[in-house]
């Protein structure tokens, strides 16, 4: 155990500098370049026209200090060498620990990817130690100074006159260094698992070693735009063929609108005139006024006439001579009045096609057949829909009843009656008089939907009982006689919101306690049932079943029984 913790604190070690050598640049960065321009002009941010000064004669590039090449190890053959120590599991030695060389051969399929064979010779009380192995590595980057990387591979140890493995896998980490372009310091540390026949579980060695690596051969550096700047440096990689460029690897812009000498017809372009792809004055509308000064650069070939550049806030833009918007050379009424509102066509509008444009028009959304309107003349109303007998309905909506002598009151639109005269309620009980079966209700009295009554219900903590409620012989089968009343008692809970109910059912004392409080129980369960159908929610309701307790009179006489077979109705909240 103490083998694999060493090994593994000598892992982690590594770490810090595998993370470091991804947060670093490989070499002190470089001042930031400008983007490489493309061939074609870019605009720039318009100012106000001044006078232009005199071209000025393009300046010859400046020499090119000779490109930092950076080495491009893909495709290299690296040798390794190196020294370092071997740990072996308890079972295979007693003794932990012993020194050991390597040697490796490998070939760098990429800056990331590559492929090594390498071997080892070590000591270990007496024995000669020959590891056998090989790896593939991944590095972050092979051509960064400090190059980090991790392996995986296969192998197997022979330990002489003693045993050897029948097979291995190991895994590891470790950095290069590089002192150069072809040497560097590489220390690497790994952990294998590995079988022997001769001892009963798998062993866990492991090998810390720290040597030089050598490469040869590998990739000149790429230059995607050979201009002599390899990529790395180059700030510009898709500079043209044949260009001169400075030591960032970009062509000079001696005017600075962004058109490469090279390509510039106009190289003395004034500053902040915008540019045509030939770094000549720009003019994108062909309107003879140049883009820096023009208000409307892409007007079109037929927008005739156009503003003169000495008129300064509309330069270049179409004239409009009636100033209602609508430019001359699409305004069909070029001579529209002063703020008259007008459609795409510069001709005064008319939103809903009523004949009175907007600009008289009092109702401008009139609907399609809202017809007739009022004429333009009748100021006013100009617009808006006629109403003949002027009941606030307009004639288009009333149609049953247009001539409604003045003052009277009308069902207001959107009422399937709308400007008929309302109904009247003479008891004003809210039911109009020819819905009304109770026409003469008391003031105050609450109603229901046919202008009658409500039921009474006995107030809070309070019982009623409901005295036409009836059951064939002595089932808790209901008798019709009692559905008038329970109707209106469902239409007054109903009106009365949050309110709980107790049905309760009693007996006489005649018969089984036990059957009589059944049967109580299902006479109170019959009649709320009812009133759940006649739409009063269960959750208002309960029933209850009290049997022959709690009798109403004593059950001495026939006449009291019948008084204690009863059902009634008890607010509970």
Request: glycine share 10%.
């Amino acid at each position: 155990m103490r083998m694999k913790v060493l090994l593994a604190a000598g892992a982690l070690a590594i770490v810090p500098a595998l993370a470091g050598a991804q947060q670093r640049p490989a070499t002190p960065p470089a001042q930031q370049p400008r983007p490489a321009t493309p061939p074609t002009a870019q605009p720039r941010p318009a100012t106000p026209p001044v006078a232009q000064p005199a071209q000025r004669p393009a300046a010859a590039p400046a020499a090119r200090p000779a490109a930092v090449v950076v080495a491009h190890r893909e495709g290299s053959i690296e040798l390794s060498a190196g020294v370092g120590v071997n740990s072996f599991d308890g079972q295979v030695s007693a003794n932990r620990f012993g020194g050991a060389g390597f040697v490796r051969a490998g070939y760098n399929l990429t800056n990331m990817l590559g492929v090594s064979l390498g071997t080892g010779f070590g000591k270990i009380l007496g024995h000669n130690v020959i590891p056998v192995f090989a790896d593939v590595t991944y590095t972050f980057d092979l051509n960064k100074k400090l190059s980090p990387f991790v392996l995986a591979g296969l192998g197997i140890t022979q330990i002489s006159g003693s045993m050897t493995s029948t097979y291995g896998l190991h895994g590891g980490v470790g950095v290069r260094s590089f002192l150069g372009d072809n040497l560097a310091l590489r220390a690497e540390g790994r952990m294998s698992y590995e079988h022997f026949n001769e001892v009963p579980k798998a062993a866990f060695n492991g090998a810390l070693s720290v040597g030089l690596s050598y490469f040869m051969g590998g990739g000149p550096p790429k230059d995607t735009d050979a201009d002599g700047v390899p990529d790395k440096s180059d700030a510009c990689k898709t500079t043209p063929r044949g260009a001169t460029v400075d030591a960032r690897g970009c062509e000079g812009d001696t005017d600075r609108d962004g058109v490469l000498n090279g390509l510039d017809a106009c190289p003395n372009t004034p500053a902040n005139t915008p540019v045509d792809a030939r770094g000549c004055t720009r003019d994108t509308d062909g309107d003879g006024i140049a883009d820096n000064l023009d208000k409307c650069q892409n007007t079109p070939a037929n927008a005739r006439p156009i503003y003169p550049a000495t008129d300064a806030a509309r330069a270049g833009c179409p004239q409009d001579a009636d100033g209602d918007g609508v430019f001359d050379y699409l305004d069909r009424c070029a001579s529209t009045g002063a703020g008259v509102p007008v459609d795409a066509n510069g001709c005064p509008r008319d939103t809903d096609n009523d004949g009175v444009t907007d600009n008289l028009d009092k109702c401008q959304n009139t609907p399609a057949n809202a017809r007739p309107v009022y004429p333009a003349t009748d100021i006013p109303r100009a617009g808006c829909p006629v109403d003949t007998d002027n009941d606030g309905v307009p004639d288009y909506q009333d149609q049953q009843c247009s001539n409604t002598a003045p003052n009277t009151q009308v069902y207001p639109v959107g009422n399937a009656r709308a400007g008929c005269p309302v109904d009247r309620d003479t008891d004003n009980d809210g039911v109009v008089d020819s819905n009304d079966r109770c026409a003469n209700t008391t003031a105050g009295t609450r109603v229901d939907a046919t202008g009658c009554p409500y039921a009474d219900l006995p107030a809070t903590g309070a019982s009623m009982l409901l005295r036409t409620v009836a059951f064939r012989g002595t089932t808790a089968t209901m008798l019709p006689s009692g559905n008038a009343d329970l109707d209106k008692i469902a239409i007054a809970i109903l009106a009365t919101p949050n309110s709980r109910w107790e049905v309760g059912g009693y007996t006489d004392n005649r018969g089984v306690p036990a059957a009589n409080q059944r049967l109580s129980q299902a006479r109170a369960q019959a009649v709320m049932q009812y009133l759940v159908s006649k739409n009063v929610p269960a959750a208002s309701l309960t029933a209850v079943g009290y049997g022959n307790q709690r009798p109403a009179v004593p059950n001495t006489t026939p006449a009291g029984r019948a008084q204690n077979r009863r059902v009634e109705i008890k607010k509970i909240q």
